[in-house]
């Protein structure tokens, strides 16, 4: 069992920056591939971010492209989503998902869900 817990939300101004962090705790964090979702009042959740478990590999969505970073560091078990350029449109909660595979992360398939947390951008 991997247990996800996500922190960092809040609420911050269109053009403004926020730094999400997903501590994960239980099997060997380092072998899991991690990722970031979200959804928005209405609407299906959506992927944002992924990363593999070295983090040699990222992936985003088009939305988020050179807007949002994921980056992870295995020796505190924990993954990063830092998002600047903030837009209204990015209002959701965000969700960190793990999965011992990438594809299931980007599919959105991943075993492991933590309980999300909300981002509201003002404009």
């Known amino acids: 069992q991997v247990q996800l817990v996500e922190s960092g939300g809040g609420l911050v101004q269109a053009g403004g920056s926020l730094r999400l962090s997903c501590a994960a705790s239980?099997?060997?964090?380092?072998?899991?591939?991690m990722g970031w979702f979200r959804q928005a009042p209405g609407k299906e959740r959506e992927f944002v971010a992924a990363v593999s478990w070295s983090g040699g590999r990222t992936y985003y969505a088009g939305s988020v492209k050179d807007r949002f970073t994921i980056s992870r560091d295995n020796a505190k078990n924990t993954v990063y989503l830092q998002m600047n350029s903030l837009k209204p449109e990015d209002t959701a909660v965000y969700y960190c998902?793990?999965?011992?595979?990438?594809?299931?992360?980007?599919?959105?398939?991943?075993?492991?869900w933590g309980q999300g947390t909300q981002v509201t951008v003002s404009s």
């Open positions: 239980g099997r060997t964090f380092s072998s899991y591939a």
């Open positions: 998902v793990a999965d011992l595979t990438l594809g299931a992360v980007v599919r959105g398939t991943g075993d492991y």
